[in-house]
Every structure is written in structure tokens, then in C-alpha cells.
């Protein structure tokens, strides 16, 4: 078996530089051991998020150069458009600036006070939409998801005896969709099959109730299927793409991420009524109906990456990336999320730190140790991220208390991964020197972003 690179050469670099420990040590104190707070030029390698940070190709950046910034008609919402409907298929496009502006629009126009959003595990915008909407979001999830260590191919696969037990339970009427996202973000990167989403069509079809898709990283489930699921082997990525946005009702993405892009989102709705209130809408909150908060030379540059995000040895590649680093960290014995995810590593921080309670917030105490000792700049995925019960008031304890690797597209090369790596299993070598932390200040809406923490 030949050796297999990137399809791509590089044409422009951005230096990065490396600060001493001890300078990094100063600059996690300033951020608060948080690093949200960090700033860039004091972070080597960027793990943070895969979102907004991915390289755009040529084609893109000479799609920014035809930039129709007209107020109204754009040529490149009409380019933009034409990629949703012959890619994902759906009918009707309304831009957004990025993911969070279309979640606020759908959950907006279809959730009413006291109605119940399930989905296969929560997401942190998706969720505080729907429950500012009014609505409160019920996990149907498989039980496998919850579990690092379970090596379930589709971890992001609906529970369809939850699901219907909850159509049951509160009546179909207060359930306004069914949230599914492909490519489960906090699970760890995990896909859902479309045996199971057909499954979940039959039984929501029953009841009459929609499927809302979460698109953000729908080639990275693709290539999942492709790789795992039964009869879709020799399928094309596009159209296992396509065949995805069939079974749903409409969509919301973020197109920072598998779209690659830096900024950049939309809602798309084959119903047509519901797609007139949502161009209302959309002129209240982020510009008008061909344009939603993106510059004309966005949307151009949007339209191409949709196009090069299905394609075969892009989404090898980019998944091929994520593979190599989480291998290697297998090897090495650091506990991480089975099955490697679609996007990122996700550091197993309640088993690396077993010596620290939830309480004493494992994943933010790990991300900090991280970046001090190599400057590479991960992300808390456990109690922090999960914010508080917004009924009761008491933080919500995941099972799943997670430090993620995410990997930008096509930005880092190999010898970065291996870099990654070493520094992981120094930290992890190292980690009972490890004490946790407490916050100190929290602020009352996603809190991961902008909470400070200190020593305990
Ligand atoms: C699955 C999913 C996401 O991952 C997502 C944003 N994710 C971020 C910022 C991340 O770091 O994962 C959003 C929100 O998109 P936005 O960051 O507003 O463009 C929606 N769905």
C-alpha cells in the first residue's frame, strides 16, 4: 500500500512563531486559564476549532475579486443558491452570517413556548436558540454516544425508541422538528448512518413532524458513510451528500466548517411558507433576504467551497488528517473519543485526570495544561460547555468531560500532527502534577466563550 498526500500544494504561507514557556504561562494567566481568551499571535499551533480557520483554495480567493456587492440581487447569492439547490438539494436559500444567525431564524419561526426539540445530542448555539425560543431540548441520541470508549460506527444515530417515546409522551403538536446534525460535534466527530435517518423519517413522516438538518459537517458524515455503511462504498461523496439532505425538511449550516469558509452561513427550507417568514425574518436580524450578513465576495467565495468540499480527495484528505493524529495518540495510550472523529481529537479528560472531580473542571484544566506546555490551542468540550440547567440553575454534568484537537482544513501539515502528539503524551506523562480549577467570573449565556477560571 503506496504512501498517499494531500491533493493540493501550498501558495502562500502565514508565519507562526512560538513563545517561551514562560511567556505562555503569563498569557494563560491573562485569559483565565480560558483559551478563548488567548490571543492569536501567542498561539503556535490553532486546535481551538475548525471553525472559520479552514484555508480557502484559489479558486476561492479569486472568487472574492467578483465580489457583486450590490445591496439587493447579488449575483453571488444567485451563484450561492444555485450550489445549495444542485449539492444539498433543498429548494430555498436564505443567507445568514454564519450558523448561530440561521438557528436563531428557524427556532424563532417554528418553536412555540413549551414545546420539545429532540436531537442527537445537544449542540451549544442550537440549544440556547431553541431555548430562547421557548423550547427545551431533549437528547434521543443512542446510549453508545455517551460513551468514549464504545467503538459504535454511527454514535450520532437516533434512538428511535426515545424518539418515540417522547412523540408519545408530549403529543406531536408540541414538538415543532426533529434536530439532526450530521457529524456530531460533541460526541466527538461522530457520524449517523442513513439506515438510521431513514428510519427516523418513517417514524417523524408518521407523526407528521420535520426533520431539521444541522449541515455544518455533512461531507465529513458522507465520507463516513462511504467508508463504513454497507452498499455505499463505491457511492460518490455528493451524492451521499444529497441523498442526506433528502430525507430532511430544511437546513441550517454553519459554513465555516465543511464549506470552507471564514465566515458565512444560511438557512435552506423546501417549504415554501415557512421560507417567506424566514426572508422576513432574516431582513430584521442580518441583512437583506440576498445577502443575510455577507458581503457579496463572501457568498462567491461560499459557492466554490461547497463545490470543493464534496469533492473525493478533499474529504479523504481532511478526514485522513484527523485519522493520522488520533492514531497516534492511540499508540501512544492517551485515552480519546473511539471511533477518531470527523473534525478533531477529543482527549479523554475525565480519564486523564481521574483525580480531579467534575466540579474541578478536568477539560479546562487540561486544555490550559496543553497550551503551556507547547502552545497549541484546544478547546473545552465538557462541564463548562455545558453550561447550566436552565430550569434549575445547577451545571449540567455531561458524561462526555472532553478536551478537543480540532483540525482546521488544509492549514496544518503533518509534521504539526506529530508536534500535537508529543506534547499530548508529555502532559498526559505528566498528569497528576495536574490541579483543577474553579471559575471566577461566568457570564450568563455560553459560558465556554468568555469565563475566567482560576487555581483552585
Ligand atoms: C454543529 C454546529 C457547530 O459546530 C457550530 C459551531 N461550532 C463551532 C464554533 C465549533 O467550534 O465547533 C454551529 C454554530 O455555527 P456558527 O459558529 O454560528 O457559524 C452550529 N452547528
Redesign the pocket.
Known sequence: KRSWAEPYKIKMVEPVRMISREERQEAIEEAGYNTFLLRSRDVYIDL?????TSAMSDRQWAGMMLGDEAYAGSENFYHLEEAIQKFYGYKHVVPTH????A?HIISQLMIKEGDFVPGNMY?T??KLHQELAGGTFVDVIIDEAHDPENEHPFKANVDLEKLERLIEEKGADRIPYVSI?TSV?MAGGQPISLGNLKKVRELTDKYDIPIIH?M??VAENAYFIKQREPGYEDVPIKDIVHEICSLTDGA?M????DALVNIG?FLALNDEELFKLAQNMVVVYEGLHTYGGMAGRDMEALAIGITESVEENHIRARVGQVQYLGEKLLDMGVPIVKPIGSHGVFLNARKILPHLSQDELPAQTLAAALYVDSGVRS?ERGVVSAGRNHETGEHNYPELELVRL?IPRRVYTQAHMDVVAESVEAVYKNREEITGLEFDYEPEYLRFFQSRFKKR
Open positions: 481551538l476549532t475548525d471553525s472559520g454564519q450558523g448561530r444567525g438557528e449542540f448555539t442550537t446534525a460535534n444541522d455544518t459537517r441550517t454553519s459554513a465555516k466548517k452561513g478547546m480540532t
